[in-house]
């Protein structure tokens, strides 16, 4: 309740210092507002400036994936290890505690199955919805290329505009079908046009020759996808490239909880992503972690 007992006037006004703002740490984004800054800051760790994503959104075209048969079972115990996840709106109401404190990136696109065409997408959430779940960034597939490329740069485009409107950060997927090359050609191209057109941040793939071109190309911070389930060095290897070569980090899914032990291996990611650690060591971390906690 206000009051009027022992007020007491302003005494120390600084008059010494400039006002102290900051240049906001993540690429491209220090022009955004307070809301947008905000939200990237809970996915982007201040202290590295990079982030692990855990990306458990495939069913909503892959259907129940060999890792993701219960994401109440396999995928609750690892979020505490992740900086952000990557989830549909459905796997989030009914299989994610809503006590975590990690924030989500909402999948916002869909409408195909591994039966038909995978560019031929659709915006999947409203706004609203997302605003509703509290989503600190929406992810939108782009298939550039593909059959249904000017649709899906359409929803980006929306799904943009939508979340400009709430202070919602934009995660522009480049989404390859089985027959464009992952090269970094085509990757710098995707990407590119994913943060001309909106995108706060961008997810690709890692590609051995050239990705250093692809990141510097690209004005957002880029994270890589891991891609098909590696043996666990290759995928730290591949992890460790990638940060060197200027990503931010990854947004890892069937490298993670396809892994016989999940819980050592996202841990194994962190140590690369966010200290640097080398494959081989972050790989002896994996396997100690794995004889301790075993196959969680
Ligand atoms: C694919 O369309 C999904 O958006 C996944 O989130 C993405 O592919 C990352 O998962 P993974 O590391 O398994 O490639």
């Not at 020759?209 to 692809?214: A, I, P």
């Not at 060197?244 to 194994?268: H, K, L, T, W, Y």
Request: hydrophobic share 40%.
């Amino acid at each position: 309740m206000a009051d009027l007992d022992e007020i007491q006037d302003g005494k120390n006004y600084h008059l010494d210092k400039p006002h102290q703002g900051s240049f906001f740490y993540l690429k491209g984004s220090n022009s955004l507002d307070w809301g947008m800054k905000n939200r990237l800051a809970r996915i982007f760790n201040p202290a590295s400036g990079k982030t692990v994503m855990l990306a458990v959104d495939h069913g909503y075209f892959q259907g129940p994936t060999t890792g993701l048969e219960r994401i109440d079972v396999t995928i609750v115990p690892l979020v505490p290890l992740a900086d952000a996840l990557m989830i549909t709106r459905g796997a989030l109401r009914t299989s994610i505690p809503p006590e975590t404190p990690k924030p989500v990136v909402l999948r916002s696109t869909g409408g195909q199955s591994i039966l038909k065409e995978l560019s031929n997408e659709l915006i999947a959430v409203d706004i609203e919805d997302a605003v509703r779940l509290n989503a600190s960034a929406l992810a939108v597939q782009v298939y550039i290329g593909g059959p249904h490329e000017h649709e899906t740069i359409g929803n980006l485009t929306k799904v943009v505009d939508a979340g400009n409107r709430h202070g919602i950060p934009t995660l522009g997927v480049t989404g390859v079908g089985k027959e464009l090359a992952r090269d970094a050609k085509y990757l710098g191209l995707a990407t590119r046009i994913c943060a001309e057109l909106g995108a706060h941040f961008v997810k690709t793939y890692y590609c051995e020759k050239g990705f250093s071109r692809v990141a510097a190309a690209c004005p957002v911070p880029l994270v890589i996808a891991g891609g098909k389930k590696l043996p666990e060095l290759d995928a730290l290897k591949m992890a460790y490239q990638a940060i060197s070569e200027g990503a931010a980090g990854v947004d890892m899914g069937r490298n993670i909880f396809q892994c016989e032990a999940p819980a050592a291996m996202i841990q194994a990611v962190r140590a690369v992503v966010h200290e640097g650690e080398t494959p081989e060591k972050a790989f002896d971390l994996y396997q100690s972690v794995k004889e301790v906690v075993g196959a969680q």
